[in-house]
């Protein structure tokens, strides 16, 4: 039985990338131009796969470039603030958190993008991911309330 050998990593690159909209202009291009990978190739794979998605719904990827020129990537849930700012309506935060409110949210609410959050770290308990949620709350001037 022989051995498949593995590929040399060259790069990691950490992207967020609104779904459907990845273009060979910046930030993808030169992110993806300066470890020698095909853009066009990630633009419509990347497109292909988020097509069913709004287009406004911002997605993390990280890319792994390998030294033969090929890559991979994995997509991740949308960050903890797109999902603040859909669950409590607002278009963004409080200009000064801790001093003025924003909105609120139920903890119902921070429970439900606990769930959704916690595919991108399924060894994270519930319990503390929730915690974040409501410490990204807080830096964002948006109360917590327990409706």
Sequence with gaps: MASKAK???????KLV??????????????ALGQAGLNIMSFCKDFNAKTADKKPDIPVPVVITAYSDKTFTYV??????TYFIKQAANIKSGSQRPGHAV?????VRNIYDIAQQKQQD???????????????TCKSMGVRVVSQ
């Design 7 to 13: 590929k040399a990593v060259t790069a990691t690159i």
């Design 121 to 135: 770290a399924p060894d994270m308990s519930l319990e503390s991911i929730c915690r974040s949620v409501a410490g």
């Design 102 to 106: 924003a909105a609120e949210i139920s």
């Design 75 to 80: 997509m991740k849930t949308p960050p903890v």
């Design 17 to 30: 990338i609104n779904a459907g909209q990845a273009k060979p202009a910046p930030p993808v291009g030169p």
